[in-house]
Structure formats: structure tokens, C-alpha cells
């Protein structure tokens, strides 16, 4: 069966389960499986998927690479239940630079994030 659209997701990073990360540090430069960033390769959207072991808030980037990233609350800025799982849709530009972070330390039970070039 077709994709609607024509496009595939692409696995644009994933966190090991069981990685400690710490509070206001980038998730994916300093835990990804690339150790990077994430530049976005065209308009689209990133999906994540997220699970944490304690409550906190999750925040993205669209411009971690500079000086004085901004970080934006997702869950309408209201910490994740520990233990749960959400799933968060971010539009993004070509050429964003992409990361996360969360407000406290925690131990990371799911991260996966998935690239669609559109919808």
C-alpha cells in the first residue's frame, strides 16, 4: 500500500533506552546515536517519540547550533508524566538545526525521531 504523499519516514536519531541525560543539555548532540545535531534536509516535519523516567518537560530547538539556542516547551509546556509515552509532530525548515532537551535529569526509557520530508 502506498504512502500518502510518497514519502517514507527516515530515522533521523535515536537515544539508547536506559541513557542518563542531564537537565538543559542537547539530547541529541551529546546522547544521539550521531552525537550531532540535527539539520533538517527540506521542509517537513519531525515526529518524536519519547518516554522519560521521571517527569520533565521537553524542549526543541530549531536553532541549536547557535551561540544562544532557543528552546521551546513541547506539551504545551507541561512536564511528561514519568513512564509514559508521548509523541510529538515539529514542523521544521531546511536547514533547521534541531535539538532537545529536558528541564530535569532523567534517565531516557524511549527517543526516537523521525524525519517526513512532507504530509
Do not use: C, W
Not at 508524566?81 to 535529569?105: H, K, M, R, T
Request: a negative charge.
Amino acid at each position: 500500500m502506498p504512502i500518502l504523499g510518497g514519502t517514507h519516514p527516515i530515522t533521523a536519531n535515536t537515544v539508547a533506552a536506559g541513557t542518563a541525560a542531564a537537565a538543559t543539555t542537547p539530547i541529541l548532540a551529546n546522547y544521539g546515536a550521531t552525537k550531532a545535531h540535527y539539520t533538517v534536509p527540506a521542509n517537513g516535519t519531525l515526529n518524536v517519540a519519547v518516554a522519560l523516567s521521571a517527569a520533565a518537560t521537553l524542549s526543541v530547538a530549531h536553532n541549536a547550533s547557535s551561540g544562544t539556542p532557543s528552546y521551546n516547551a513541547l506539551n504545551a509546556g507541561a512536564s511528561l508524566n514519568a513512564n509514559a509515552e508521548y509523541a510529538f509532530s515539529v514542523p521544521v525548515l531546511a536547514g533547521d538545526v534541531i535539538d532537545f532537551q529536558v528541564s530535569s535529569s532523567v534517565t531516557i526509557n524511549v527517543f526516537e525521531l523521525f524525519f517526513v520530508d512532507r504530509q
